[in-house]
Every structure is written in structure tokens, then in C-alpha cells.
């Protein structure tokens, strides 16, 4: 079981293999227990740290001694991650909290360059790419700061030539109608991946005002995709609890995978819904 504290602005987080700490002042630091040593090396966290409207002000009082211990782990967790999210600036909050995972070094970068808030705002998922890089270009995450900040000021097209993406308008474009919940670098390097075998892919996208998970999972994958009628398209990027996950996409997947199974079934048309 994972074991939460805070203190003095230190995140600390215990694990069964490991520990792991993180601050924000005076400097911003994160850094690993390697299992086995006494050595703490510098690491880029990938899971969430800041979340919007975390929990009231309740979550940084007392615990309750009369609490199950899976109830004082859970508050534990409330009470450290609250107190770290007030130590981070509010602007900055604003800039990640949406944002499901892999926050650290967007943040880093933000720290860094302040010029870069100019692009979150305009194009928020390019952006988090950009902070990301070594989950584009197979570097190592220790080198993403450097790289990101040599690239921070260029244009949105030969940032995402650079990331390995078509280096097009259009596909700026794209990246803006992608929710920033739903911005996850898997998704993201299969787009990307999608987009350079078959450029048509960001036509086919281009009439959809939200590319939410569900969207993306339905068109990134290339055995899918002849199969999506745009209606269904458009139905499941208005589907709220697509915004993070594809239900649709594995559903039809899973229908796929049965039809292979049926000798001599009839070929199957796009589909309009699922279900």
C-alpha cells in the first residue's frame, strides 16, 4: 500500500519497492529512493499532482483517530496532495491541473520559461507535448527541460515537426480541440503515428469540435477506422464519459474480435452506433 505525507512543502510517498519525494520551494525537486541503496536520484514523477478544486479546506485538518485505516490512508493522501497544491502558484494550477498525468515537467518548463503560459493558452496539448518530449523522441525525461526550452520559442509547425508530427496548421488545429483531460502520451504518439501513415486522418477529424478520448481511440486505430461512420464519430465526441477513456472503441474492438471468430460472416459496414 502507498503511504502519503507532507512536511515543510515535501511530498513524500511511500511505496512497497520504493520512496519518493517532491517539493517546490525553494527550487522545484523530485527525486527516488533507488530499492536496495541509500542513493536518491533525480526523477520526472509521471502521475498526477495537482487536481482542480481538489477537496475542501476539511482535507488539511487533524485525522480522525475513530477512521478505518483505508479511510486514514485516503485523508492521509487528501490532507498531503492538498498541502502541495498550495504550494504551487495559481497560475500554474491553471495551466496543469486538467491535465490526467505527466504534469511534472510541463510544470518545470512553465517555471522556466513563463513564455510558454502563452502557449497553453492557445494551444494547451501542443504545449504539454512540448514538456514531454522524451515521450515523442525516445530521449531520456532527464534532457526534456533542455530540449523543450530550446524549442519553446518556434512555431507551432516545426514544434510539431520536431515532436514527429505532420507540421501543418491542420494539425495544430487538431491538437486544440483535444480536451486536456484527455491528453495522455499513449493516445497521443498513436495519433501522431496515425496521422504520418495516412495523412487523411486529419481531414477526416477536421469537422469534429471535440476530440475527446473516445474520438481519438476510434480513428487512431487503423482496423477501426474504415468501420466509423461520421455520425458515430460525432456521437461518441459528445459522449462525456468518453472524455477519458474509449468505451466505443473497445466495445467495437470486442465485436471485431467475435466476428473473427464466425466462419463466413458477412463483411461489416461502418458502423452509425454501438450497441
Known sequence: MLAFSIADGVLGIKAPHG???VRWRPEPHAEELIP???RWTPFAPEFRLIKP????????APPDPLESPDDM???AKARAFAAFHNEIPRQMVEAVERFQSHQWLLMLLLHRQPVVYDLVKSNPVLAYCLANNDQFR??????SLQLALGHCRQKQRVMLEWLGFPGSEAVARLLKRIPQE????SLLRRLRNAAVADPSLVSQLAHVPILNAGALEL???ATLRPLIAPRLLLTVADNPDE???????DQLASTLSLQGEIGDAPPLTPFTTVG
Open 138 to 143: 525516445l530521449t531520456r525525461d532527464s534532457v
Open 19 to 21: 520512496q519518493m519525494r
Open 36 to 38: 536496495g541503496t541509500s
Open 182 to 185: 484527455a491528453a495522455a502520451p
Open 219 to 221: 480513428m487512431v486505430n
Open 53 to 60: 478544486a481538489f477537496v475542501p479546506s476539511t482535507a488539511l
Open 73 to 75: 490512508a485516503m485523508a
Open 243 to 249: 472524455l477519458m477513456i474509449g468505451l466505443a472503441a
